[in-house]
């Protein structure tokens, strides 16, 4: 017996029932959907602690008799749901005909249902109710019916954390609700309807709500071993998001499966790495829908992009990029929304909006590519809107070319991807929420550098700049709309690391065989013609063309008048002309020998002649594949009298007339339905045909968008390091200038002692010139009188001690030459810095002191001797 304990603190009778916080289960069906229904509750334990609904799509004119029916199979009690009614534990309730069912502080909302019937989706409009109601307690179940209603509910089922299931639709009288919501992949779970009541309990029992894992050690180093499995299998970390979403998510992979511990999940994960994608899947919460918050998309239409297109030029092309699109609803919104804001611009301007969304999961951006959209979106698109942006193509909804081409979709990691940039609006929607503060706070400055001068920024509704409040100004108090300011203490450029790009192959040219009709014809003829007995002959293409004729073909074929024509239908006799096409095709066909006797012509003098013909299609030899082969043989007339037929000319005429009329007719017969399964297989092929070249446009389309995102993240990457040449730039010209200025002749040797870069003083002393670099300095021609000034560089590195002397020149200058380690900015020794600073007029007032000094000593010498 599994019992909730919490479900016991919801059992209040007073009106003023708190929210619900048991477990609530919706069970969505339509046609066909009672047999799953009943298997399902069957298995339904009475005491189990959790509120059953069911919903299913019943006729508004009739007294509903399902509550009856299901209290047969059952002993829970079920009710038919009334206005107000509580909801409660171990209770099975109804919807009522004719009925939009909500649910409000712990009671069901009745009211009338605003779309005509027909149009009416029930089961969406309960589960979007119930995610927002009961959150991760909420469990969607969708049964066999037609259309897509649960589709988008389940969805938010999803997006809150609840559990979704569906039946396996080969199971079901009709697949296509289970089928539409599997291949939205929204479905947690498929099986048998009569096996979903034993899981979704322990699923919910054993989950206890959330009651996460991960402070042991042990869950920590499974929780490791996970994420690294993650990263290895996809390429993608998720190590920057938030703890609780992470073990959330793995937390309902587990009870799926029930694993009571990480310890027992991570060897699954190992040997299936299928469950490593769906676990992928799972992390990437792929909820979205078209125009999420109406307030939102309301006023940017009214207000935002008009401010947007009134401040540009008639003719830009705006820039948008919508990060982590999933299946591209918040795309085609956008779009949408900017087409018939430019509608609505008076007087008329051209302008046009290119959008950029991307997401990590391929899955999505293949389906967001195709624009194909179940039904259900009828739901949060008006109908003007479904009318002017979408086309009907069997049960989906297919979005017009004008819309698709304002959008390309390419896939991206927004963490380690470089961004696009110059963007005049960013949509960036209830991604925010899932990931850490470090990596929001990478993001933010991130968004505010993508974007324009006064660019748009769109959050979600549980987003927000944070304390980047500098960077942005909200637009309004009740969205999440923000516009971009201009910080420049808070500018920096990104660092980002691209990501690979595999190149496609070319597809291999297919071998094809070319059909010579040169050659040896002519004694390939002869030979078969011996073999035949050499009898009257042609040898015709499948067209009918004669190509070779052999013997006395006069009597049977002669040339038409007019033009030359060699086409034996045209040269036939009478009497064989309508014979010869049915006995050509019939020899193509069986690709056997095929005979026609006791036919009559006139020859040229009137004469009637008896004539056999025979017509074979021809397989060999190689070079007469698919020819024809025809010979005439003059046989002798029967009498008339055996032949039982009236001696009358006229009668036998009008009787081999009449022989030849039903042949033909046969023939014409035979030929329709040759047609007839011709044109079915041409058909087949030609759907064949176009299914490749959709699937061909869409891989151009696709790899045209990849290119155009490659080309973007290109460009970004050349922005960057066209700053840094530009620095390099300018900080050479400043040290050009800076040595310039000393006006001391200066020469940068590296550790070899070759020339690295020199100053013009320089050349005075070495002649020096621009080709010298790279030269060992020994090798330049020098004035000065100091041979061991390559030994004292070479000291200098070793001892990292600076040398410094005075050296004569052969022109009778002084030079102070100082040779000093050459240190880079990471402190590694590459190399000395040898100066030369002229200190000749220094040593000419010194030569001229010892003068002066020695003079006054001579003096002072003659002095004392006169005395």
């Not at 297919?398 to 960013?426: G, V």
């Not at 009597?555 to 045209?570: M, R, S, T, V």
């Amino acid at each position: 017996m599994i019992i909730n304990n919490r479900s016991k603190a919801g059992r209040s009778n007073t009106p003023e029932t708190p929210a619900i916080d048991f477990p609530v289960v919706a069970i969505g069906a339509s046609a066909g959907g009672l047999d799953p229904i009943v298997a399902f509750l069957t298995q339904v334990p009475p005491d189990s602690g959790i509120a059953y609904v069911v919903i299913q799509h019943l006729d508004p004119t009739h007294k509903a008799m399902l509550p009856e029916l299901l209290q047969r199979t059952t002993s829970i009690p079920v009710s038919e749901i009334a206005h107000h009614m509580p909801v409660r534990p171990g209770q099975i309730y109804v919807i009522p005909p004719n009925a939009d069912l909500g649910l409000a502080k712990g009671r069901f909302q009745l009211s009338a249902p605003q779309q005509a019937r027909g149009h009416r989706l029930p089961i969406d409009t309960f589960f979007d109710v119930l995610a927002t109601q009961v959150g991760e307690q909420a469990v969607g179940v969708i049964f066999s019916g037609m259309g897509s209603d649960g589709t988008r509910g389940m969805q938010a089922i999803k997006q809150a954390g609840g559990l979704t299931l569906a039946q396996y639709p080969d199971t079901a009288k009709f697949d296509m609700m289970p089928q539409s919501a599997i291949s939205s992949d929204v479905v947690d779970l498929i099986d048998y309807p009569e096996k979903m009541p034993a899981k979704i309990i322990h699923y919910l029992f054993r989950s206890n709500f959330l009651n996460l894992p991960g402070a042991e050690p042990e869950s920590r180093n499974s929780l490791q071993e996970i994420v690294t499995l993650l990263s290895d299998h996809t390429g993608n970390s998720f190590s920057d998001y938030k703890i609780n979403t992470v073990l959330r998510r793995i937390e309902r992979r587990m009870s799926l499966f029930q694993m009571a511990t990480m310890d027992e999940y991570v060897p699954y994960l190992r040997d299936n790495p299928a469950e490593i994608d769906l676990l992928f899947k799972e992390l990437l919460i792929g909820v979205t829908s078209f125009f999420r918050d109406q307030k939102v998309w309301e006023y940017l239409k009214m207000v935002a992009l008009p401010q947007l297109l009134a401040a540009n030029p008639e003719g830009r092309t705006f820039k948008a990029w919508i990060p982590a699109c999933s299946t591209g609803e918040e795309a085609y919104s956008l779009a949408m929304v900017f087409h018939e804001v430019v509608a609505n611009v008076n007087p008329p301007s051209k302008y046009s909006l290119q959008i950029f969304a991307t997401d990590l999961s391929g899955d999505a951006i293949d389906r967001a590519r195709q624009g194909r959209f179940s039904k259900s979106i009828v739901s949060d698109v008006s109908a003007e809107r479904m009318e002017r942006f979408f086309f009907a193509d069997k049960n989906e909804f297919l979005i017009k070319k004008e819309i698709r081409n304002m959008i390309i979709f390419a896939q991206q990691n927004i963490i380690s991807d470089p961004p696009f940039t110059k963007l005049d609006i960013l949509c960036c929607r209830n991604l925010l929420i899932y990931l850490n503060a470090k990596l929001q706070q990478r993001l933010i400055p991130l968004f505010h550098y993508a974007l324009n001068r006064d660019g748009v920024l769109l959050l979600g509704s549980a987003d927000t700049p944070g304390h980047f409040s500098d960077l942005f100004v909200p637009l309004t108090t009740s969205t999440r709309l923000y516009r971009r300011l201009d910080n420049l203490a808070r500018q920096r450029l990104p660092t980002y690391f691209p990501t690979k790009v595999s190149a496609t192959h070319p597809p291999i040219p297919s071998d094809t065989r070319e059909v010579s009709m040169t050659g040896k014809i002519q004694s390939h003829v002869e030979q078969l013609l011996l073999q035949k007995y050499s009898p009257a002959a042609a040898l015709l293409n499948q067209d009918g063309d004669i190509l070779y004729i052999n013997g006395r073909t006069g009597a049977f074929l002669e040339p038409a008048a007019g033009k030359a024509n060699w086409n034996i239908h045209a040269m036939a006799r009478d009497g064989l002309r309508y014979e010869l096409p049915g006995l050509i095709k019939q020899a193509l066909q069986s690709e056997e020998m095929v005979r026609m006797r006791g036919l009559v012509v006139k020859d040229h003098a009137g004469q009637s002649l008896g004539v056999d013909m025979t017509a074979e299609a021809l397989s060999q030899p190689e070079s007469l594949r698919g020819m024809v082969f025809i010979t005439f043989s003059s046989v002798p007339l029967v009498p008339e009298s055996r032949r039982g037929r009236s001696p009358n000319p006229k009668v036998l005429e009008l009787e081999q007339q009449l022989a030849q009329a039903r042949n033909e007719i046969q023939a014409v017969r035979d030929e329709m339905q040759t047609s007839r399964e011709e044109l079915k297989s041409a058909n087949e092929e030609l759907q064949s045909t176009n299914e490749e070249l959709q699937s061909t446009n869409e891989e151009l389309t696709t790899s045209k968008e990849e290119m155009q995102s490659l080309n973007e993240e290109l460009y970004t990457v050349n922005a960057e390091l066209q700053s840094k040449v530009d620095d390099l730039s300018l900080v050479n010209s400043d040290m050009k200038n800076l040595l310039n200025s000393t006006d001391i002749a200066t020469i940068f040797l590296d550790s070899a002692l070759r020339i690295r870069r020199f100053t013009a003083p320089a050349t005075q002393i070495y002649k020096l010139i621009q080709t010298d670099l790279r030269r060992p300095l020994s090798d330049i021609v020098n004035d000065l009188d100091y041979p061991g000034l390559e030994a004292d560089a070479q000291e200098v590195i070793r001892s990292l001690v600076f040398s410094e002397r005075q050296v004569p020149t052969k022109t009778g200058r002084w030079y102070n030459v100082r040779i000093m380690p050459y240190r880079t900015v990471e402190n590694v020794i590459d190399g000395v810095v040898v100066t030369f600073i002229n200190i000749t007029e220094s040593k000419l007032l010194e030569a001229q002191l010892r003068q002066i000094q020695s003079g006054v000593k001579i003096s002072k010498e003659s002095d004392g001797g006169l005395s």
